[in-house]
Nanobody, 127 residues
């Protein structure tokens, strides 16, 4: 069983930056994929950015060029650097992790491939 904990959310002005962190703990931490997803009020959950153990990264078109995903050397912590934030980025951001192989490509990151999810962290972009 994996435990996933997000942190780093908050209130930021448009154009500002935030850095989200995702810490994964538990047994057998030979993770394959870590992903960041978000859900805004009244909208469906969407994949924001994902990274595989092989270093393949996915970014949604809406965040490409503004967000950067990374994993630390242990590969059990992921960071999401978010720059030039806009009100449209306001959402609850969730981190997900999976030991088994996840089909992460540069154009796809399926939420269904992840078995362990965090509780989410709120990101609000407002002046």
């Amino acid at each position: 069983q994996l435990q996933v904990v997000e942190s780093g959310g908050g209130l930021v002005q448009p154009g500002g930056s935030l850095r989200l962190s995702c810490a994964v703990s538990g047994d057998r931490l030979d993770l394959d994929g870590i992903g960041w997803f978000r859900q805004a009020p009244g909208k469906e959950r969407e994949a924001v950015s994902c990274i595989s153990s092989r270093g393949t990264t996915y970014y949604s078109n809406s965040v490409k060029g503004r967000f950067t995903i990374s994993r630390d050397s242990t590969k059990t912590t992921s960071y999401l650097e978010m720059n030039n934030l806009t009100p449209e980025d306001t959402a609850v951001y969730y981190c997900a992790a999976e030991r088994r192989w996840v089909s992460i490509t540069t154009i796809r990151c399926p939420a269904s491939g992840f078995g362990s999810w965090g509780q989410g962290t709120q990101v609000t972009v407002s002046s």
